[in-house]
């Protein structure tokens, strides 16, 4: 008992040291002119994970060291250290000065493909604002045009569908609102058939156009029943024409029950008017 308690005294005064070791060489390289020195410090942070550390130097170093090799490795590095520390808004902003800057460089793949996976990884959820998504798609969408034959297409494609099915589930979200709101203040219905449409109609390969396809049948529906006389019969005749598109794209949906009955009713009315 007292070796094991000799020994974790000893290992916790060796971590003290080498954190006041550590700490105490970054105050030393930070105070420091030796722009060379700074430099592989700022490498071995990155390698041992100490991310702030590497940005901050690397911050200074980028100006230093522009127009050389190092400079266009620590404009890299910086933007991975930021990616690396979950940074993602930041390190995009790097990554994309580093492909402009360097458009064959050494790292512009990588640099293209995490600027944007990072904005990928911060995209938010689907009922927030989706201006991160839609970067993200841009960013995703270039690389894989200037890098076709990358080892991280698959991934960078995954990723796109991804983003994509959460721009439509948003749009999915909005045509179930109006649907739900229905003749309140006036014509929700045909505001949730044009939502939907156009989700379609922008990610025709989404993983929800099957509920997409069926909300636009039921506002369809609706729409009709609540018609005045003159308008009924046109308006049916659009709910039918929904159903045999939406039973054709989706002959064994496990809602085909409730898109049968609204066609017969449908089918009802247009043949005993």
Do not use: W
């Given at each position: 008992?007292?070796?094991?308690?000799?020994?974790?005294?000893l290992?916790?005064?060796?971590?003290?040291?080498v954190?006041?070791?550590?700490?105490?060489?970054?105050?030393?390289?930070?105070?420091s002119?030796?722009?060379?020195?700074?430099?592989?410090?700022?490498?071995?942070?990155?390698?041992?994970?100490?991310?702030?550390?590497?940005?901050?130097?690397?911050?200074?170093?980028?100006?230093?060291?522009?127009?050389?090799?190092?400079?266009?490795?620590?404009?890299?590095?910086?933007?991975?250290?930021?990616?690396?520390?979950?940074?993602?808004?930041?390190?995009?902003?790097?990554?994309?000065?580093?492909?402009?800057?360097?458009?064959?460089?050494?790292?512009?793949?990588?640099?293209?493909?995490?600027?944007?996976?990072?904005?990928?990884?911060?995209?938010?959820?689907?009922?927030?604002?989706?201006?991160?998504?839609?970067?993200?798609?841009?960013?995703?969408?270039?690389?894989?045009?200037y890098?076709?034959?990358?080892?991280?297409?698959?991934?960078?494609?995954?990723?796109?569908?991804?983003?994509q099915d959460?721009?439509?589930?948003?749009?999915?979200?909005?045509?179930?609102?109006?649907?739900?709101?229905?003749?309140?203040?006036?014509?929700?219905?045909?505001?949730?058939?044009?939502?939907?449409?156009?989700?379609?109609?922008?990610?025709?390969?989404?993983k929800?156009?099957e509920?997409?396809?069926?909300?636009i049948?039921?506002?369809?529906?609706?729409?009709?029943?609540m018609?005045?006389?003159?308008?009924?019969?046109?308006r049916?005749?659009?709910?039918?024409?929904?159903?045999?598109?939406?039973i054709?794209?989706?002959?064994?949906?496990?809602?085909?029950?409730?898109?049968?009955?609204?066609?017969?009713?449908?089918?009802?009315?247009?043949?005993?008017?």
């Open positions: 008992m007292q070796i094991t308690e000799m020994t974790r005294r290992l916790l005064i060796l971590s003290l040291i954190v006041l070791t550590s700490c105490g060489e970054y105050s030393k390289v930070m105070k002119s030796d722009y060379n020195y700074k430099y592989t410090y700022a490498k071995q942070a990155f390698e041992n994970k100490k991310y702030t550390q590497a940005y901050t130097i690397l911050t200074d170093l980028v100006p230093i060291f522009k127009g050389t090799e190092k400079g266009e490795e620590c404009l890299y590095l910086l933007g991975l250290s930021y990616y690396e520390n979950n940074d993602y808004l930041n390190s995009g902003s790097f990554f994309r000065q580093y492909y402009t800057q360097y458009p064959k460089g050494q790292f512009t793949e990588l640099a293209r493909f995490y600027a944007g996976y990072g904005y990928y990884l911060d995209s938010p959820e689907p009922q927030l604002d989706q201006s991160e998504t839609l970067k993200a798609i841009e960013e995703l969408k270039a690389f894989l045009d890098f076709p034959k990358s080892d991280k297409v698959a991934i960078a494609q995954n990723a796109i569908f991804e983003l959460k721009l439509v589930l948003k749009e999915l979200e909005n045509a179930q609102l109006y649907y739900n709101l229905g003749s309140y203040m006036g014509n929700n219905y045909e505001s949730a058939v044009i939502t939907a449409k156009n989700a379609i109609k922008s990610y025709p390969y989404n929800y156009k509920q997409l396809e069926l909300l049948l039921k506002s369809r529906f609706k729409e009709a029943q018609s005045v006389d003159e308008k009924k019969e046109e049916y005749r659009t709910v039918v024409d929904e159903y045999y598109a939406y054709n794209d989706f002959p064994n949906s496990e809602n085909r029950k409730e898109a049968d009955n609204i066609f017969k009713i449908a089918d009802k009315f247009l043949n005993h008017k």
